[in-house]
């Protein structure tokens, strides 16, 4: 089996909504070669393109579809990483990953599917064999947030739970795949906690408004993520955690909501079909709302007396930048791997690979701030 050494990442997914993110901040990073990849060798060399013009880096394009890709693809374009950003997750299997490993090369996905990220493990025996790293969730959930729970949970005695807020700005378009991906959770009844769990939750659902820092009043509607399953696992003695979403303008958010209650009656089959016309709505209606988004963490348990306490830390990011978080940790993966300072090998989901010390060090060009109010 070859084993490609080099600084030469592919981008699968490089010219999307977060894809493109990824592309832009490692085509900045000296030292790196980039090539965007995607089904569109049009929107690929194009993209390119205009890369190369804004970063003066020598960036690549190349035609790959996650739904057939080989090792053979990757090796025609030397890789040595290989940063998945197709999604939807949802509905793919391990095929890029192993293409990767068959190639020699490091595979970083933009996961958020609970099954998909929590069943990269699947792959740890071939990755080692390969000398490799695969990993799967490099995004805001699990890795940002585990990241944030790792740099609060020493504050505690014990944690008890851990509640995380998601909410973009309206501005933002999240392109069909992402769409994809939210329409098809909407009304899916998931497990509230680790698998073995027996509580239940449905997509979208479990209404209620909370006001978020520095962002204000929003509603918000719960999430199956992998955070869910593996938090318990990395802290003992936690006994919930709770991952919601909120859209900024309410009425978009009230309609998805009513929209989960058709599915879970049965009146609505495959609310992923209506993808494409919501997505021309809402980039219709994009005046609204604003291009300020942001994210929340907090943990409750007991201090070291034995009493309650809760910290609540948050992110706001302005002036459209809300969707590089979800890129971030890719990026940073990349760079360490490229460098050779990230020596871990296997496969194994995106928690306990960087620092929160590492993800604001990468953002502090961004209009970006967090803080613990």
Known sequence: MPTVRGSRVVVLGGYGAFGARVSERLAASPGLELVVAGRSRERAERFARELAARSGASVGAGVMDAESITADHLMAERASLVINASGPFQTQDYRVARAAI???AHYVDLADARGFVTGIGALDGEARRAGVLVVSGASTVPALSAAVADELAPRFAALTSVEIAISPGNSFDPGLATTQSILGSLGRPF???PAADPGRAYGWQQ???RRLPGLGARWLGACDTPDRELFPRRYPG???VDVSAALEVGA???GLWALSWGVRVGLVRDPARLAAP????KRVLGFLGSDVGGMTVAVEGRDQQGGPKRVEWALVARNGHGPYIPAIPSVILAKRLVAGTLSARGATPCVGLFTLGDFMGEVADL???ASVP
């Open 278 to 281: 919501l997505l021309r709505a």
């Open 367 to 369: 209009d970006i701030t």
């Open 238 to 240: 936690l006994g919930s």
């Open 252 to 254: 978009m958010h009230l």
């Open 207 to 209: 209404l209620r408004r």
């Open 191 to 193: 497990p509230a906690g």
């Open 102 to 104: 068959d190639a020699g």
